[in-house]
């Protein structure tokens, strides 16, 4: 069978995405059912670690991200990760967990608040992780 290709800006559960919220019957619910959990503030922890804190999040079908805060871990940099490198998300921890490492978070295009929402930018990190799942698929 071959495998779901990568899309970087969708969730990985579709079901349900409706008016910009968080897909109902997905991990981005709340114990209650409700689309649209806040993910701001959430730990976020990489295949092999902690890496910061959610800053931002977009639940934007189509262009669905989060921004995360990587405190001292990489001198304060912030980088953005599209939505369809979140493996599953624990509300109880309030924890995201991403299926890429450290290094390969660490090596992303760099994060700029003045262009990150812009096409050519999107592009140029949609590409970087669509190829890291290519060359070191999980």
């Known amino acids: 069978m ?4 990568f899309t970087p800006w969708s969730w990985r559960d579709p079901a349900g ?4 919220n968080a897909p109902a019957g997905s991990d981005l619910t709340d114990d209650a059912g409700q ?4 993910l701001v503030g959430y730990k976020v922890e990489a295949s092999d ?13 189509g262009s669905a991200y989060l921004v ?12 953005l990760l599209p939505a369809g490198t979140v493996q599953n998300v624990d509300h ?8 890429r490492t450290k290094d390969q978070i660490k090596a992303s295009p ?11 930018y999107r592009e140029q ?14």
């Open 68 to 79: 995360v805060d990587t405190g001292p871990w990489i001198f304060g940099r912030k980088v």
């Open 92 to 99: 109880s921890d309030r924890k995201v967990y991403v299926d």
């Open 49 to 61: 670690g902690h890496i910061g804190s959610i800053d931002r999040a977009s639940y934007d079908v």
């Open 17 to 20: 995405m409706s008016g910009g």
């Open 2 to 5: 071959q495998p779901t290709p």
């Open 125 to 138: 990190v949609g590409d970087y992780y669509t190829g890291s799942y290519r060359d070191y698929p999980r």
């Open 35 to 38: 689309a649209g959990v806040d």
């Open 110 to 120: 760099e994060y700029d608040k003045e262009t990150f929402e812009t096409a050519s």
